[in-house]
Antibody, heavy 121, light 110 residues
Framework: QVQLVQSGAEVTKPGASVMVSCKASGYMFNNYGVTWVRQAPGQGLEWMGWISTYSGNTNSAQKLQGRFTMTTDISTSTASMELRSLRSDDTAVYYC??????????????WGQGTRVTVSS | QSVLTQPPSASGTPGQRVSISCSGSSSNIGSNPINWYLQLPGTAPKLLIYSNNQRPSGVPGRFSGSKSGTSASLAISGLQSEDEADYYCAAWDDSLNGWVFGGGTKLTVL
């Protein structure tokens, strides 16, 4: 069955960087993209970006550009994201999800369990 | 503030039909398909509806989606206690060149 397993919780300081990994199984990894979504405590969902596992092309939210990077490793079926220059408002649960695209749209059909990232001095 | 607008809360009694609205603009709902996600407390979101009104396998037929112009709606018929969750709409936004979400609607089953 399709599974996305994310790395464990992180506690880090303002100004530092954090990397979250997402290991996929149960499907052909390079046939689907990966998208990243985060959720601050008590808040709604916020889209961060997506990456094509086939081409490596990425697209990320404007507010994160410059400090957000997504990568994939086809050999291990793993997607990763790195967020740099962390601020307290980056404290959130970070989710990866498999991205399914079709003619006119796309959607996230399988999600990882989430990784809690806490930014605190 | 979220780009897509949802009511913060909705409620209904078991067996009732409830509807959750999602309002956007010509750059998102008006020109792109909408998806709906359900999130139980402390868990990851789950896909409920994609491409306006399509249900993934495993999603009961009592969940349905519709879209008209720049608004969309999720309907749940035969409400059950396990439907108590947060519901989010999402769509691609051509102006922002990214996905946008609604702020979420907390559904309470009375």
């Amino acid at each position: 069955q399709v599974q996305l397993v994310q790395s464990g919780a992180e506690v880090t300081k303002p100004g530092a960087s954090v990397m979250v990994s997402c290991k996929a199984s149960g499907y052909m990894f390079n046939n689907y993209g990966v998208t990243w979504v985060r959720q601050a405590p008590g808040q709604g969902l916020e889209w961060m970006g997506w990456i094509s596992t086939y081409s490596g092309n990425t697209n990320s939210a404007q507010k994160l550009q410059g400090r957000f990077t997504m990568t994939t490793d086809i050999s291990t079926s793993t997607a990763s994201m790195e967020l740099r220059s962390l601020r307290s408002d980056d404290t959130a649960v970070y989710y990866c999800a498999r991205l399914r695209t079709y003619g006119s749209g796309s959607y996230a059909d399988y999600w990882g369990q989430g990784t809690r990232v806490t930014v605190s001095s | 503030q979220s780009v897509l607008t949802q009511p913060p809360s909705a409620s209904g009694t078991p067996g009732q039909r409830v509807s959750i609205s999602c309002s956007g603009s010509s750059s998102n709902i008006g020109s792109n398909p909408i998806n709906w996600y359900l999130q139980l407390p402390g868990t990851a979101p789950k896909l409920l509806i994609y491409s306006n009104n399509q249900r993934p396998s495993g999603v009961p037929g009592r969940f349905s989606g519709s879209k008209s112009g720049t608004s969309a709606s999720l309907a749940i018929s035969g409400l059950q206690s396990e439907d108590e969750a947060d519901y989010y709409c999402a769509a691609w936004d051509d102006s922002l060149n990214g996905w946008v979400f609604g702020g979420g609607t907390k559904l309470t089953v009375l």
